[in-house]
């Protein structure tokens, strides 16, 4: 009985043992199976930020201007104008003053060149710019200032491109729309055609002037088309005064058509056809530009492209961002 009794006891030991044994096989398999994949994590995410920072290498370079760049002699100092003119957008009163400011400054600048690219926005972030260059003249009367289109210089962009001195463009260039535009939408056969009924409460009887899915009065539309016409006046004189008499005696040239480079040239709208580079080279006489456009670092640009797009998207369906646009 002595002897059985112990075979049990040991029986029960070696059990035991390997309920043990097993039991630290799987807790060490497990320990094993989470450092293996807390490692390719770590691998993997390591990869997503090598990828996100080469993305960023190879597309924001060409964004950033690093005017500590200049060289100890003189060069031409390049503003780009790129996009719409808005006060949100890289091309605002603000980015582009600030710019403009810097270039003026620096003792080293021969020449200031404005290298526009913009179908054109806001009157009133155009207006501030050319005010701002044409102060800039006065202050350095030594430094010549050029307008050079690239694919497309229409409303607001040519609003700031009459500052200049003179006004360079490609053969294939758009240039001109001198006019100004507002546009919307109507809704309010729509919404009777669905069974919805329109609830607008206003204090003021205009307040809801443009609103879509109300009717507009003839009364709406003549105060509206009033300051239509006292900004197309606006737009003109500043065209007037800063082309004076080189602008052909030709009616189209303020009713909003837009024209080619080539053809611009014979209107007076451009003075020749060249490039940012032949400017710089042979007119400006500093083959080395400068880009003094302030640009935003990497992270913002990223961040921008990310989530931005549909907050504008958003703000410019509401139809009150930039309600009056030279465009």
């Not at 989530?307 to 139809?319: E, I, L, N, P, Y």
Request: charged share 25%; aromatic share 10%; hydrophobic share 40%.
């Amino acid at each position: 009985m002595f002897g059985l009794g112990k075979e049990r006891d040991v029986s029960g030991e070696d059990k035991e043992g390997w309920e043990r044994e097993l039991l630290n096989k799987v807790v060490m398999s497990s320990v094993t199976e989470n450092r293996r994949t807390r490692r390719w994590g770590i691998f993997f995410k390591s990869l997503t930020f090598i990828y996100l920072f080469t993305l960023l290498a190879v597309l924001v370079p060409d964004k950033i201007s690093d005017v500590s760049s200049a060289s100890d002699g003189t060069h031409t100092a390049l503003i780009e104008i790129n996009g719409v003119i808005a006060a949100d957008a890289e091309a605002s009163a603000d980015n582009l003053i600030t710019g403009l400011r810097n270039a003026f400054d620096d003792a080293g600048t021969k020449g200031v060149i404005l290298r526009i690219n913009s179908p054109g926005g806001s009157p009133v972030q155009a207006g501030y710019v050319n005010d701002e260059i044409n102060r800039l003249k006065k202050l350095h009367p030594d430094i010549p200032v050029y307008a050079v289109v690239v694919d497309i210089c229409a409303s607001g962009g040519y609003y700031i491109a009459v500052a200049a001195d003179k006004i360079y463009a490609d053969k294939g260039s758009i240039v001109g729309s001198v006019g100004v535009l507002i546009n919307s939408f109507g809704f309010v056969e729509t919404l009777e055609h669905l069974g919805v009924e329109r609830r607008l409460m206003t204090a003021g009887e205009h307040k809801a002037i443009l609103d879509p899915f109300s009717p507009t009065s003839e009364y709406d539309k003549q105060h509206v088309q009033g300051m239509l016409d006292q900004l197309h006046q606006q737009f003109i004189k500043v065209v007037k005064d800063g082309r004076g008499e080189r602008l052909a005696d030709d009616d189209r040239l303020f009713s909003g058509l837009f024209w080619s480079g080539e053809e611009g040239v014979k209107l007076g709208l451009v003075d020749g056809l060249a490039s940012s580079s032949y400017v710089a080279r042979e007119i400006i006489g500093a083959e080395n530009i400068i880009n003094f456009t302030p640009k935003k670092e990497p992270w913002e640009l990223f961040a921008e492209q990310l989530g931005a797009g549909a907050v504008k998207s958003f703000a410019a369906m509401s139809g009150f961002s930039d309600l009056f646009q030279y465009r």
